[in-house]
């Protein structure tokens, strides 16, 4: 009997770590898109990429979803990928853009990164998944980590700002987990896959209705060389892979864990600045980055020992 069981149990073991690294190259590639958008922008302006991103993005994700996959979705499940585009791709991606209109990209980095925040809280309100003590320890210093790495260890950075814009990124932040909590009831019935490309195609559809009053076409005739290869990377990297690969971390471990690797991406971004625009790193954000990574450690130790309580009483 234990040698029929612990090749079931390596078997998870691995199938985690797998979703852990997996999780790291999201965040690899959320940094450096960070870091190539904001070359974009001095190209295109920000709504004009994100209707460039998204719409395209989506319509590969269903190319790749109607040759690899069953299309059919259930009448029932349908609104609900809506609601899920709507919020966590149209809703997320304009507030995330006028936030930064308004107030400091500082403040955004921040408040932003309070999702696995909301994300933890809710999902364990919503009873997907136990809160334990080592994921609240685990959220609170990874976000004490991102405070110190977007301020540079300056406490008074995060002070100022227009009152309207840091409210338009506390919402996107709130939206952010709402998106990636509302799809674990649809990813118990339905692949990653179908749920990223359902949910992507929705939102695009609703960003469709800013085109008319948004989209310059004249923006891309002007496009440099590289400011191409910046759009194929974000669309193919950011959207495609990256949003494929986050709800598979949601589906295999978890909200709270999954929405932890969140903030890695402020490390990656400060990593890619320093190599592609020649940004300083200071010691403070080394700091940061470590309690970042401490905190992604201490959420997998909350994980593992998840199983012990949740499989009580459950016959093998």
Known sequence: MTKDFLP???????????????????????????VAVKYLLTELSPVNIILIRFITGSVL??????????????????WRLV????VGIALYQFLFTFALKYT???????????SPIYGGFLSSLLGYEKFMKNRIIAIITGFI?????????????????????????????????????????????????KVTAYGMVAGSVLLGFFVPAFFDGGELAHLSLTGWLIVIFSIIFSIVIAFFLWYRGVSKIGVARTMIYQYC??????????????ERLHLSQFIGGAMIF???W???????ALPKHAGEGKKG
């Open 61 to 78: 994700l269903f190319l790749l979803l109607f040759f690899l996959e069953d299309v059919k979705v259930p009448l029932r499940d349908i």
């Open 265 to 278: 991406v402020p490390v990656f971004a400060a990593i890619a600045a320093y190599f592609a625009l020649g």
């Open 8 to 34: 079931i149990k390596n078997i998870s073991v691995e199938h985690e770590h797998r979703s852990d690294l997996l999780l790291l190259c999201v965040s690899v590639i959320w940094g450096m898109n960070l």
């Open 294 to 296: 401490l905190s992604v």
């Open 298 to 304: 201490l959420s997998r130790r909350g994980q593992q």
């Open 104 to 114: 400091s990209a500082v403040n955004v980095g921040i408040l932003i990164n309070m």
């Open 145 to 193: 980590g991102v405070y110190i790495l977007m301020t540079k260890g300056d406490w008074k950075i995060f002070l100022g700002g227009d009152a309207a814009g840091n409210l338009l990124a506390l919402l996107a932040s709130l939206s952010w987990a709402l998106y990636t909590i509302l799809s674990k009831p649809l990813l118990d019935k339905h692949s990653p896959l």
């Open 83 to 86: 609601l899920l585009g709507a």
